[in-house]
Each structure stands twice: as structure tokens, then as C-alpha cells.
């Protein structure tokens, strides 16, 4: 009996916590927990599981990897597979996920990934192939996701928000309409101020969704200058209001301060003279939306991550301005070294 009672009480906790995971909240207290039952004889497998969606979600690459390596190599189990390639695509490691890649029966998982792996190496027609053999499956709203991302890196606008539109009758609504919000800021579209109204504010549970919401009426509130010092809540929007470049160099800091960070800056490198080596080459705009966001090529590496190396950075400019809001590493993956070449070709 109290066995049965210990695992009906450990199950129900991490239904709860798998709860969290999708709506993006109590992250740093539900790794604690996690990491308190990795010693107990009962769900190993699923509490690693969830316990790596949490270390991704907070950026710890390093234990993330060493989590999902060490189940996978020990259980063979399929969903920590999947998440090893994820996590190796994630870094711009496309060789290695291939490889295990290879390993994996043929499912609908498997087909969703051939298309990130696509999408990775900039192949865009491949990866709209794989990703439409999703539709009418239980991965149609990750397919819709996805193929809306490849038509924003081919540069298709109308076909990345026609993609978006397939999710309003879904749970990904919210984080649907956010990015057609985002595509509207960046083509100064004339029904951004009713796409704003619209958005459901109050039917909205997703913590992650909200900030993102939130942030997109500040913005829009600076563009119209409605922006008031009273509503400052974070650095974003402390940024817009008043812009200083010592706050930036600090948020960049603090951002890359911690061990296993994904995207992390390596620490033997200046953080100023990287600030305004970018503001300098800001050469190759990847998108508009609330933000501006450029590639730029370092004549250094700024980063190492399991051995993989890049001296790439995206970084993100308060819109029309060099006004840096953050800058980190991107994986050396075909759709950047893509952009490289093409803005070459145009000079």
C-alpha cells in the first residue's frame, strides 16, 4: 500500500511538472525537484526526460547533453534519441545528429526531424517536403510551426502567415498570432494596431506567450511615443525608453555569466570589443519584427560548445538604430553560411 501511495504521489508530480514545461513556468523549481528524484528507483526514465526539457529551457547545454547522451546510450529509448538529435541540431551539429539520426526506426518524429535537419543546412525545398508528409497526424501543429520558420528564412512572408493562420484553432494560437504581430512591426503593416487588440489577453495561460505579448505593446507603445517611465519593467524596456550602452555590455554579461549557457560566449572574450566590433558590421539583416536582427561574422571564434566552434553572432538592434539590445553565438549551419555567401555575391 504505501508503495503504491509513493508512486501514485511521484506520478502525479510530474504530471504537474510536464504541466509547467508546456505553459513555461516554475522552471528553477521544478529542476530542484527533478534533480531530488533522480536518485529514486521508479520513473528514471521520465524524470530525465522532463529534467532535460527543463535544462534546455533554462540554457543548461552542457548538462542537457550529458543528461540525454548518458540515458540514450543506457536505454536506447526512442524519445531521448529524438531529443539527443534536437539538442545536436540545437548547437549546429548536424553531422553527429545525422548519424544518430540513422539510428531511429522510421515514425512521424522521424520525418519532423529530416525537415529541422533540412532546414539546418538550408536545404528549404527538402525540408517543405518532409515537414507536409505531417499533415493530418498528431504533428500537423509542430509541421505548421516549422514550415512557417523555413518560409521566414526563404523570405515568404505571406506564406509563413498563412502557415501561423492553420494555428488559430489550436493550443499554439497565441504563439501564432505573436509572430504574425512581430512580421507586422517589421512591414509597418497598417492592421498591426487590431491585430494588437485582438490578441486574447485574459484566455492566454502560456507564461512564456504573455511575456512575449507584453513585450510587443511596449514596443509598440515606443514606436507611437506612448512609453511612459512608470511602465518600465525589465531591460527591454528600460532600452526603449532610454537607451545606455553600460546597461547593454551588463545584460550581455550576466547573460553568458553562467556555465553550460547555450549560445555562450566564451569568457576570454571582451564583451566591449565585440559590442562595438557589431555595431560596426551590421551588414546582414536576417528579419524585422520588434526587433532588428543582423548576422555578423567575427574574424575570431566566440564560442565553443562540445567541441563544435563558431565566430558567428546574431544580433538584435532596437529597430532602425545600432542600439544594441543583445548579441550571442549561432551555429556555423547552411542557413547562415548561406546569408554569408549571398551578401558576398551582392558586394
Known amino acids: 500500500m504505501y508503495r503504491n501511495n509513493y508512486t501514485q504521489k511521484i506520478n502525479n508530480k510530474l504530471n504537474r511538472i510536464s504541466d509547467d514545461i508546456k505553459q513555461n513556468k ?8 527533478l534533480e531530488y528524484l533522480l536518485n529514486q528507483p521508479y520513473f528514471k526514465t521520465r524524470i530525465k526526460l522532463l529534467l532535460f526539457k527543463l535544462y534546455m529551457q533554462v540554457r543548461k547545454i552542457d548538462k542537457a547533453y550529458t543528461l540525454i547522451k548518458e540515458l540514450y546510450d543506457t536505454t536506447k529509448d526512442t524519445d531521448a534519441l529524438f531529443d539527443l538529435v534536437k539538442l545536436l541540431l540545437d548547437i549546429g551539429d548536424v553531422e553527429r545528429a545525422k548519424k544518430y539520426l540513422e539510428d531511429a526506426d522510421y515514425s512521424e518524429m522521424k520525418i519532423y526531424l529530416f525537415g529541422l ?3 539546418y543546412e538550408g536545404n528549404y525545398p527538402e525540408a517543405i517536403k518532409y515537414l507536409e508528409k505531417l499533415n493530418h497526424t498528431i504533428m500537423e501543429g ?5 514550415l512557417a520558420n523555413v518560409y521566414e528564412k526563404m523570405g515568404d512572408l505571406k506564406k509563413e502567415n498563412e502557415e501561423l493562420e492553420k494555428l488559430y484553432n489550436t493550443d499554439k494560437k497565441y504563439q501564432a ?19 494588437i487588440s485582438s490578441f486574447d489577453y485574459d484566455r492566454c495561460n502560456h507564461h512564456g506567450d504573455l511575456l512575449q505579448f507584453k513585450r510587443c505593446v511596449k514596443y509598440y507603445k515606443y514606436i507611437n511615443g506612448q512609453l511612459n517611465e512608470e511602465e518600465l519593467e525589465n531591460y527591454s524596456d528600460k532600452q526603449l525608453y532610454n537607451y545606455s ?3 547593454a555590455i551588463s545584460h550581455i554579461n550576466k547573460r553568458h555569466a553562467s556555465s553550460g549557457t547555450l549560445y555562450k560566449i566564451a ?3 571582451n564583451t566591449v570589443e565585440l559590442y562595438d566590433y557589431c555595431i ?3 551588414d546582414i539583416l536576417l528579419r524585422r519584427d520588434d526587433t532588428d536582427v543582423y548576422l555578423v561574422e567575427m574574424p575570431y571564434d566566440v564560442s565553443e560548445q562540445i567541441g563544435y566552434k563558431t565566430n558567428l553572432l546574431e544580433v538584435l538592434t532596437i529597430p532602425n538604430t545600432n542600439n544594441i539590445l543583445t548579441l550571442y553565438p549561432v551555429a556555423k549551419v547552411g542557413m547562415y553560411t548561406k546569408r554569408l555567401e549571398e551578401n558576398t555575391h551582392e558586394k
Open 177 to 195: 498570432k505573436i509572430r504574425i504581430i512581430k512580421n507586422a512591426f517589421g512591414q509597418n503593416d497598417p492592421e498591426l494596431p487590431k491585430l
Open 280 to 282: 560596426n558590421h551590421l
Open 267 to 269: 569568457d576570454d572574450i
Open 245 to 247: 550602452k553600460e546597461r
Open 117 to 119: 535537419l533540412n532546414k
Open 26 to 33: 516554475n522552471r528553477r523549481k521544478n529542476i530542484t525537484e
Open 142 to 146: 509542430d509541421m505548421h510551426i516549422e
